[in-house]
């Protein structure tokens, strides 16, 4: 109603305003002489005026039939939408100008705008497949999912615009938490575009989720035969799939299918931990130690780990604390200074109560490199030499606050995992976990009681619990220091599974 009373008022105004000019001119003195074959037209100030817009109506007109003789022309040629776009030329001008503005509101982010000038361009054009997908990408920014989705099963209606609106369906789908649905619609538009990087890293992604190895290996292959991976970066991925299908890396029984998967995976990606040390327990089971010697061997040169040490020790179950540091000497030499083989031979050390041996292994790490492992192996190695018990507890209590050491985290979100693992348990990303030192432990590390089960005989049943007993005993030690005779008790008890050796 408002609306309407102003247009009325506005145009009463243009009216009186051309009144009150025309009342001007009428009284204006002078005007223009006009002389034609010897003939003068004089025209007063309103008369001249009145003639100029008649000329420039004249001229416009004039443009419009030339304009209209040339499409006719072309019509007789064949061109037999020249007539037609002659006639549609006015509202294609609008339309292409609605499209435009509704861009320029998509831009600064005025969803509903957005999505009135997607309606008035769909009234003047007619081409859906502009016009849709303002609308989908408008109604999203708006938040109407579904005008949106209606705007996107249009456009896969369409044979020219079904990959957009098969990839909008299928981020609307992830946006719901639908990872199957979604998984599908990745599915086929990967086949509608196979070179599209994002919808492949969104499958990839979906397919680890899902623990559908098999699609993710095909999924990668193609990135390869695209371009959009690098060779080095897919034999690493594909490595971790392989290692990923045999669905369980510390299993004890594998089968045959799982053992050729951790032996591929080891062979595509051989620096890769976990999967060197599945394929080493895939050739033990074959009764083929040698060569799970030379994959250990050679992931623990390009990475020392303690689960390629949990590996090594199992291929000779049997040997004595003795032969067991005598065997561990050949994986020693491969990495002599790395952190990880100094505690190694300092752990090996302490099980065969040769306590000097394993002061010298430890070497100064535990001004270096002062984690939770290095020192509980220092407070070991004075208990076993016949130090004080303060000296003992002194150790146990920096023990206490000090860093775990590397353990598996993150590259993305820097979560730490208890294990390896394909995709991060935190933001599902494949292919991110790195072993590293985080700046904040949240979980156990790797520490004593992880490598201690299989350097001894007989130790794997009595050292599964030997971490978290010993972390309570470390705090019950903290908390009473000053009793010499309790101190004494719990001291033993942190190492009795040492000591009975």
């Not at 993710?216 to 080095?232: C, I, S, V």
């Not at 065969?352 to 535990?366: I, K, N, Q, S, Y």
């Not at 730490?416 to 935190?426: D, M």
Request: glycine share 4%.
């Amino acid at each position: 109603m408002l609306w309407s009373l102003l247009k009325i008022l506005v145009f009463v105004a243009i009216v009186a305003l051309l009144a009150f000019g025309a009342s001007l001119l009428t009284e204006t003195a002078g005007g223009i002489q006009i002389t034609v074959a010897d003939t003068e037209y004089t025209l007063s100030a309103l008369q001249s005026v009145i003639a100029l817009v008649v000329l420039v109506a004249a001229v416009w007109v004039f443009f419009k039939l030339v304009a209209l003789l040339v499409a006719t022309l072309r019509f007789l040629n064949g061109d037999e939408t020249a007539l037609s776009r002659y006639w549609d030329k006015g509202r294609q001008q609008k339309g292409y100008q609605a499209l435009s503005d509704g861009l320029m509101a998509l831009a600064s982010g005025e969803g509903r705008l957005a999505m009135a000038k997607a309606a008035r361009a769909e009234k003047y054009l007619a081409k859906p497949e502009l016009t849709d997908l303002l609308t989908a990408q408008a109604a999203e920014l708006a938040g109407d999912t579904q005008k949106a989705a209606e705007a996107y099963k249009r456009l896969v209606g369409n044979q020219t615009t079904r990959f957009v609106g098969v990839r909008g369906i299928m981020k609307q789908k992830l946006s719901e938490g639908d990872t199957d649905t979604a998984r599908q619609l990745a599915e086929k538009a990967l086949a509608l575009r196979p070179k599209h990087e994002e919808v492949q890293d969104t499958l990839l992604t979906l397919q680890a989720r899902s623990k559908d190895w098999v699609g993710a290996r095909k999924t990668l292959t193609t990135k390869l035969k695209t371009g959009t991976m690098p060779r080095d970066v897919f034999k690493r991925r594909d490595a971790v799939l392989a290692l990923s299908a045999s669905k369980s890396i510390l299993d004890d029984g594998m089968t045959v299918d799982q053992q050729e998967q951790a032996i591929e995976a080891n062979r595509l990606s051989p620096d890769l931990v976990p999967a060197a040390a599945m394929a080493a327990r895939a050739y033990s089971q074959r009764g083929k130690n040698r060569n799970a010697i030379r994959i250990l061997k050679k992931a623990w040169e390009a990475q020392p780990h303690p689960d390629l040490a949990q590996a090594f020790a199992e291929l000779e179950p049997d040997e004595t604390p003795q032969q067991r540091v005598k065997r561990f000497v050949q994986l020693s030499r491969l990495a002599p200074t790395h952190s990880e083989t100094r505690l190694l031979m300092a752990e090996l050390h302490i099980v065969a109560e040769e306590f000097p041996e394993a002061r010298r292994a430890l070497g100064d790490l535990v001004e270096q490199a002062p984690d939770m492992r290095a020192l509980t192996l220092m407070a070991a190695i004075e208990k076993g030499e016949g130090a004080s018990d303060a000296i003992v507890q002194g150790w146990l209590t920096r023990a206490l606050t000090a860093p775990r050491g590397p353990q598996w985290l993150c590259n993305n979100c820097n979560h730490i995992h208890a294990e390896w693992a394909p995709v991060c348990e935190n933001c599902s990303s494949f292919d991110t976990l790195s072993w590293k030192r985080p700046e904040t432990a949240e979980v156990l590390g790797a520490t004593s009681a992880q490598v201690l089960p299989l350097l001894t005989p007989d130790a794997a049943g009595a050292a599964a619990s030997a971490e978290p007993m010993a972390d309570m005993e470390l705090l019950d030690t903290a908390e009473q220091p000053t009793d010499p005779d309790q101190a004494e008790k719990k001291d033993d008890d942190v190492f009795e599974m040492k000591d009975a050796k």
